[in-house]
């Protein structure tokens, strides 16, 4: 999510060129941020398998990408309250900036559904072997 904020953010718009902090600080908190949005979406999505609202045989990447798209929108409201946007306002950018957001955390939910299934078919790959 961090290489894809900074491709979006830094490449395509150019956004990383108007902060007023120093770059160096705003990647810093920047990925402090996304670690706490990873482990927070690992968690949840562990808690919706353990508890069964999300099935593993059913359309599991697509339902984390589903969940990592409704934390997208949660942080964008967040960013939106707190005024931290990179954009000059409009509704146009407003939109884009909300569609962007769940757009980025989807691929981070579907990242943490293809580690789960990573890590469930080594330790069925290991349990074979035993």
């Not at 902060?19 to 949840?44: H, N």
């Amino acid at each position: 999510m961090f290489l894809v904020s900074w491709l979006w953010h830094g490449v395509a718009l150019t956004d990383l060129e108007e902060i007023r902090i120093p770059i160096g600080l705003y990647f810093s908190l920047a990925g402090l941020v996304y670690l706490v949005l990873g482990f927070g979406m690992t968690f949840a999505v562990h808690t919706a398998v353990m508890h069964e609202w999300i099935s593993l045989k059913r359309a599991f990447p697509f339902t984390s990408m589903l969940l990592g798209a409704a934390f997208g929108f949660f942080v964008y409201l967040v960013i939106f309250v707190l005024g931290m946007s990179f954009t000059k306002g409009g509704m146009v950018h407003v939109v884009a900036d909300v569609i962007w957001q769940m757009v980025e955390q989807g691929l981070g939910g579907l990242m943490v559904s293809l580690g789960i299934i990573y890590d469930m078919h080594k330790r069925y790959i290991e349990s074979e072997r035993a």
